[in-house]
């Protein structure tokens, strides 16, 4: 299965990384797109270089904003018992633009029917602060699995991460609460680019992610 892994390359870093700047400061991604993708939505096919790369950009835009600020959660665990369906609301604590100068795209290339871009992000001295508290803290890590249906097209699949987001809060709950608790609160951050496939007619990613519980709600509480 083709790989779309999150990786610091120490021989890349040593040429492109700024002086002065730690290796999690620099962070670098090999990203795919489709070149014709199984939903057509009026564009040529296959599709030209700069469609899917316009694409690709759109996607790493969307996780390098979960890389460097994270989210806001509030998951509702699902109980059957009490007829409660499971619910999940993830908010953004802020986003990187689109054209940002810290994006770089540093190399792409044909693989078969996917167009491959190594793209590279520099966290700016405004971002750096708050994306080292993260990381420099003793914070929960958890990983998860989420889809997104193959044939809602490929602008959905970034879809894929907050389910992924959503599936690595559940099982640090699980394992964090012997019983089901009726609401949990908190934060989280992308702690690597998400590891893409096509699994099964989903867009499947693997999502590892730094957790902050604020507050658990338990049921015998209200």
Do not use: C
């Amino acid at each position: 299965m083709r790989r779309a892994t999150f990786i610091l390359f120490i021989s890349l870093l040593a040429t492109v990384m700024p002086v002065g700047f730690a290796a999690d400061e620099y962070v670098v991604a090999e990203v795919w797109a489709e070149l014709d993708p199984i939903v057509a939505d009026g564009s040529a096919r296959p599709l030209p270089r700069e469609v899917a790369l316009d694409r690709l950009l759109d996607e790493v835009q969307y996780v390098v904003s979960g890389l460097v600020y994270g989210y806001r959660f509030v998951y509702v665990p699902g109980d059957p018992s009490r007829e409660i369906a499971e619910s999940f609301q993830l908010e953004p604590h802020a986003s990187t633009p689109r054209g940002d100068p810290g994006l770089t795209v540093l190399q792409t290339w044909i693989d078969e029917d996917r167009l491959v871009a190594r793209v590279g992000y520099e966290v700016s001295a405004e971002q750096r602060g708050w994306y080292q508290g993260w990381h420099s803290s003793a914070n929960a890590r958890s990983t998860g699995i989420g889809v997104s249906s193959l044939f809602l097209g490929p602008t959905r699949k970034a879809g894929a991460v907050s389910d992924g987001i959503r599936s690595a809060v559940r099982e640090h709950v699980r394992a964090l609460e012997f019983t089901r608790p009726q609401q949990v609160t908190g934060a989280v951050l992308l702690a690597a680019y998400p590891d893409f496939g096509i699994v099964r007619g989903n867009y499947q990613a693997t999502v590892d992610i730094l957790l902050q519980i604020d507050r658990i709600d338990k049921f015998e509480t209200f």
